[in-house]
């Protein structure tokens, strides 16, 4: 079984479209995130909920929305893409307060935008 | 603003070799300190942790060596195998924008092991 599950895989689209990304986590952990890594391989956050409830929002341009229905699931919902959106998304989520706190990421959507 | 630093961008190995990976940092609060290893198409997994108050730590052919007074720590990987190629990246456990707790992570280290 899949720990961390993101769809889709593969995502080519055009300038100013709509797109979402899904992502669902079977650990049972409290804690899920969304991360941006760009060309160069770079990680950063952009966002974090804890249990439905958004805890980090980093600098990141409101066209990109998160949506958490319930603590297993993390939508991130992108408006008006640009070609800059390109990177590849990977959600990941975590158990707060213990001893580890590991993320465990999934296997990431790569988006393009042309 | 929180920064890890991490060095080498690229590096390449003979198999059988030693690699190693740098990283440091500046916020004295971080209080974990992670590898991941990241296989192309895949998602970063854990691979090695150690706390700031532990020196080193090993696991297997991985190592991490931790010198808190100069806040820098390493991963070495001893006796390097083709399989090893990936990119690496160091991070920090701290707060975050908006005080969660959170992950920053180094610019990651292609690692590359020749046969």
């Known amino acids: 079984d899949t720990a961390v599950s993101q769809t889709p895989k593969y995502l080519v689209t055009q300038m100013g479209n709509d797109k979402s990304i899904k992502c669902e986590q079977n650990?049972?952990?409290?804690?899920m995130y969304w991360y941006k890594q760009d060309s160069k391989k770079f990680l950063k956050i952009m966002f974090s909920?804890?249990?439905?409830?958004?805890?980090i929002n980093e600098t990141v341009p409101n066209r990109f929305s998160p949506k958490s229905p319930d603590k297993a699931h993390l939508n991130l919902h992108i408006n008006s893409l640009e070609l800059g959106d390109s990177a590849v998304y990977f959600c990941?989520?975590?158990?707060?307060?213990?001893?580890?706190?590991?993320?465990?990421f999934g296997a990431g959507s790569r988006l393009t935008v042309l | 603003q929180q920064q890890v630093k991490q060095s080498p961008q690229s590096l390449i190995v003979q198999k059988g070799g030693i690699s190693i990976i740098n990283c440091a940092y500046e916020?004295?609060?971080?209080?974990?300190f992670p590898w991941y290893q990241q296989f192309p198409g895949k998602g970063p997994a854990l691979l090695i942790a150690?706390?700031?108050?532990?020196s080193e730590k090993k696991e297997g052919r991985f190592t991490i060596s931790f010198n808190k007074s100069a806040k820098q720590f390493s991963l070495h990987i001893m006796d390097s195998q083709p399989g090893d190629s990936a990119t690496y990246f160091c991070?920090?456990?701290?707060?975050?924008?908006?005080?969660?707790?959170?992950?920053?992570f180094g610019k990651g280290t292609h690692l590359i092991i020749q046969p």
């Open positions: 990941a989520s975590s158990q707060p307060y213990t001893r580890a706190n590991v993320l465990t």
């Open positions: 650990l049972g952990h409290d804690t």
């Open positions: 909920y804890n249990n439905k409830e958004l805890i």
């Open positions: 916020n004295t609060a971080f209080d974990y």
């Open positions: 150690i706390r700031p108050d532990v």
């Open positions: 991070a920090a456990r701290g707060r975050l924008g908006g005080g969660a707790d959170g992950l920053t």
